[in-house]
Structure formats: C-alpha cells, structure tokens
C-alpha cells in the first residue's frame, strides 16, 4: 500500500537585528537558501530560508519613506512607541496584520503586571550573561594559570611565559612558589 507524501510547509526564519551582520551586502535585508557547495546556483529548496533584517542599515527616517510591505514592518519595529500615534495610524489603516500588532503592543504596555514581568526577564537574562561571561573569563584565566605551570617546568623563561599567556610576571613568580 502506497502513501502519499505530504508536501512540505515552508520554513522560514526571519532574524530582526539591531546590528549590522553583514557590513560588506548592501541593503537591510538579506535572504539564505539552502545550495549544492559546489555549484550554488542548484538550491535544494525555496522552502528553507533564513531572513536577515539589520535595521541600522535602513533609511526609513519618516512614513513617507516606507515604500514597500518590508520597510512598513521596519519602521513599524523601530518606532512603535516613540512617535506620533497619528504617524503610525499611516502605516496600520492599510495593513491589517500589522493592526494586530499594534493593537497587541499596546494591550501589552498598558498592563503594567505584564510590563513587570517583561522587565524581570530582561534583567534575569541580563545576570544570567553576566555570569556566563564572567565563568568564561575565569576558566580563560585558570587555563592561562595552568599554561604557565607547564611552561615553568619546561623552563621557559617568566618573560617569554608572561608575553605568551598574558600573565604578569608577578602572577608567574606566585605560580613557582
């Protein structure tokens, strides 16, 4: 008995950044597909895409800039809550998805449990980086610690130790003793 094969929904990653990722391509929006390494104009399919938006880049200083549905969403992204609400009725009376947005924004910023709850995230994910980063820079330290041990029982000199692992000599000394 045969089955039939389902085809298969698209997937598509959409990544809004406030960065540049991608300084050398011109332009604020950037798409990837999937292709053969090497012969990529073979892609394996329009139904994988990854969508790389970097809004620094953009020049959408006003409305009257927006010309297109992607630079609607982009000043919509960078403005919501910082102009006009007259400005912004511009874009939503012709975009019906992007009302939902808006509507749901500002539901979210004029209930201040969610708003607290919001801001506790923020600064849960803000200690949780900090952590990690300052683990990071503790192993790094306690490797470069341990690189100096070795380099001390092979003889090196604490010079060429200290210009090799970054370490003070002074810390190199402690190492020895």
């Known amino acids: ?4 094969v389902r085809p298969l929904n698209p997937a598509v990653c959409i990544n809004l ?16 597909q999937v292709t053969e390494v090497d012969q990529p104009e073979y892609v394996l399919s329009e139904h994988l895409q990854i ?6 880049k953009n020049q959408l200083e006003s409305t009257a800039d927006v010309k297109s549905r992607l630079d609607t969403w ?4 960078e403005n919501e809550g910082s102009v006009e609400e007259d400005e912004m009725t511009v874009l ?9 947005a808006h509507r749901v924004y500002r ?15 923020e600064k849960w994910l ?12 503790r192993g790094m330290q306690q490797a470069r610690r341990e690189d100096a041990r070795k ?3 092979r003889g090196f000199s604490i010079t060429d130790i200290a210009d090799i692992t970054g370490l003070s000599e002074k810390e190199i000394r402690e190492l020895s003793e």
């Open 74 to 77: 982009c000043y919509y992204f």
């Open 107 to 121: 539901d979210f910023t004029a209930n201040a449990e969610l708003m607290d709850m919001a801001e506790a995230r």
């Open 17 to 32: 950044l406030d960065f540049e990722i991608f300084p050398q391509l011109p332009g604020y929006h950037s798409c990837f």
């Open 51 to 56: 969508h790389f938006i970097e809004l620094p």
């Open 92 to 100: 939503l009376k012709e975009n019906d998805a992007l009302g939902k």
């Open 151 to 153: 380099m001390l029982d």
């Open 1 to 4: 008995m045969s089955q039939k």
């Open 126 to 137: 803000k200690d949780v980086n900090s952590k990690l980063q300052n683990a990071e820079q």
